[in-house]
């Protein structure tokens, strides 16, 4: 099967690895890959040292033919300049694209950003394939309900826009079940979407020691550490661990916010002003030593705004899970975080916004190790039989080789149990 991926963001970002264990499974399965993608930028400014003065590029990856092009790099927030961010590579890459990608037999692109669907169809067209798009986060609504589209002409026109995405894609892959409801909710035909969630590698990510180079340079002794890694973004909701790092400033624990993102200078000042001293905000770690961050929490932290509580699911805890430590875990009761980690036993519970129940909740748990022990190996467990690497790249797989028409004999044992559900 020849496949084209599209996506904006793609290795070597470290942040933005989950397209590269997409293509690098399919490859692996005997797959022509392609990857239409954007030059290295995320987070920052400007383009990757490397890759810079560059509008075109053809390399290999880790075996995936890697076609980039241009795009306006910004690390700014605001909807101006990321409206441009995500045009500039929307128009580069189809204008590239249609020259230079050859016939394909399916073409899947991410959203977001919305826009790159509609350059997914156009490719699909020149290229004769069949489209699928996977939805990662629910556009236009995630950024309403977060503040950042506030213009009621811009959502329109951009709620006009998912509909056209999604009746002009010939199947959509979402992440969880919530997103199949919505897209439902919306129109779309059930046996037009599969689930098939994020992952983790439970080979690169494994149960270990807390006791490793990465827990000694925080110096956090034997003081129970809650930690946090992930971007500091409209998603997040980080205040009420300031809080009760500020509760619990007598007590032996300590907090470590771990990422970059729009919310980190107001994080730093909360937490300056109350002059914590077991709070520590450190930048993001190379990849290779993520799974030692992991490994270094006594139970590692994921949140979730109470406004996003629908539209977005954070990949980092089914990493979480890999790494056999249990969860704390910061979000309404009701969305696919708290289904997680009740199936999975793996963590606590605490709703948004209530620094005292997390404080309650520490406590607990630093009172309690023979049960994080017990839940972190839940995690893995679950994580391992229901949202590991190889699994979810064959569901994956199944979906592709299905619309593109060249179903697998044992297609029915690789879908996720909600396919084609009503």
Same mark, same amino acid.
């Given at each position: ?15 933005? %690895?989950?397209?590269?264990? *997409?293509?690098? =499974?399919?490859? /692996?399965? !005997? ?5 239409? @993608?954007?030059? $290295? ?47 500039? %590579?929307?128009?580069?890459? *189809?204008?590239? =694209?249609?020259? /230079?990608? !050859? ?5 899947? @692109?991410?959203? $977001? ?310």
């Amino acid at each position: 099967m020849k496949i084209l991926g599209l996506c904006q963001n793609y290795a070597p970002e470290e942040q933005n %690895f989950y397209h590269h264990e *997409l293509t690098t =499974g399919l490859l /692996t399965k !005997g797959h022509d890959v392609t990857m239409l @993608t954007a030059f $290295p930028h995320y987070g920052k400014d400007r383009v990757y040292d490397g890759y810079r003065g560059k509008v075109f590029q053809r390399e290999v990856l880790d075996g995936v033919k890697v076609i980039r092009t241009w795009v306006y790099a910004t690390s700014k927030k605001k909807l101006l300049p990321r409206l441009i961010n995500f045009g500039s %590579f929307c128009a580069s890459s *189809l204008a590239f =694209g249609m020259f /230079t990608i !050859g016939r394909k037999d399916v073409v899947y @692109t991410s959203i $977001p950003p919305l826009p790159l669907g509609l350059t997914g169809f156009a490719l699909a067209k020149i290229t004769r394939a069949r489209l699928v798009v996977s939805v990662q986060d629910i556009f236009p609504l995630a950024a309403v309900q977060l503040g950042v589209l506030t213009n009621r002409r811009i959502i329109r026109f951009f709620e006009k826009m998912e509909k056209w995405v999604y009746r002009r894609a010939d199947h959509i892959v979402v992440i969880s079940e919530g997103f199949r409801q919505n897209l439902i909710s919306k129109g779309v035909s059930p046996a037009k979407i599969s689930v098939v969630s994020n992952w983790a590698d439970t080979d690169f990510i494994k149960p270990g020691s807390k006791d490793n180079s990465f827990r000694k340079e925080l110096n956090v002794g034997t003081c129970f550490t809650l930690i946090y890694s992930g971007g500091l973004t409209h998603n997040s909701n980080l205040e009420p661990v300031i809080y009760a790092a500020d509760i619990l400033r007598h007590e032996p624990f300590a907090f470590v916010i771990i990422g970059e993102g729009i919310h980190k200078s107001k994080l730093q000042k909360l937490a300056s002003e109350k002059g914590l001293v077991n709070l520590q905000f450190r930048p993001f770690v190379p990849r290779e030593r993520y799974p030692e961050v992991l490994l270094a929490a006594d139970m590692n932290l994921v949140t979730l705004n109470s406004k996003a509580t629908f539209v977005s699911v954070p990949s980092k805890i089914y990493k979480q899970m890999a790494a056999g430590r249990p969860i704390m875990a910061i979000c309404s009761a009701e969305n696919e975080l708290a289904r997680l980690v009740t199936e999975g036993q793996c963590g606590l519970l605490v709703p948004p916004d209530e620094p005292d129940k997390l404080v309650e909740s520490l406590r607990w748990a630093a009172s309690h190790p023979e049960e994080l022990v017990q839940m972190g190996i839940n995690g893995r467990r679950y994580l391992v039989q229901n949202h590991n690497r190889a699994c979810c790249v064959e569901r994956f797989e199944a979906v592709l080789q299905e619309v593109a028409g060249i179903p697998k004999p044992d297609i029915e044992k690789t879908r996720m149990p909600t396919l084609n559900r009503s």
